[in-house]
């Protein structure tokens, strides 16, 4: 899903840069309408900045989860456990193979 989002933004930002290069040619960069096209952009970028932050974010604490229920199992009650065959892990992808 913040994968879809983040394409999304990436969109939104390459729209932006081709109004921004519009405006500046056809107004001038000094001008206000081309000033206001430049601040979206930078809006734009740092919500992109952000998403792309949180996804890292998540995508490591998800890779930790995995030796997490490992360690609490150790850790459980000898009586309380249950066999278990052992399987390969999965693997799960990292936000640059998701990308």
Do not use: C
């Not at 001008?31 to 996804?55: S, V």
């Not at 997490?68 to 459980?76: R, S």
Request: proline share 4%.
């Amino acid at each position: 899903m913040l994968n879809k989002e983040i394409d999304a933004q990436k969109d939104k930002i390459s729209a932006l840069e081709a109004a921004l290069a519009n405006s500046a040619e056809s107004f001038g960069e000094n001008d206000k309408r081309t000033q206001n096209w430049q601040i979206q952009l930078y809006k734009t970028q740092a919500e992109l900045n952000g998403m792309e932050r949180e996804l890292d974010s998540t995508t490591k604490a998800l890779d930790g989860t995995g030796s997490g229920f490992d360690e609490a199992g150790k850790g459980a009650d000898p009586r309380f456990r249950l066999p278990v065959q052992q399987q390969p892990r999965q693997h799960l992808p990292t936000a640059q193979e998701v990308r």
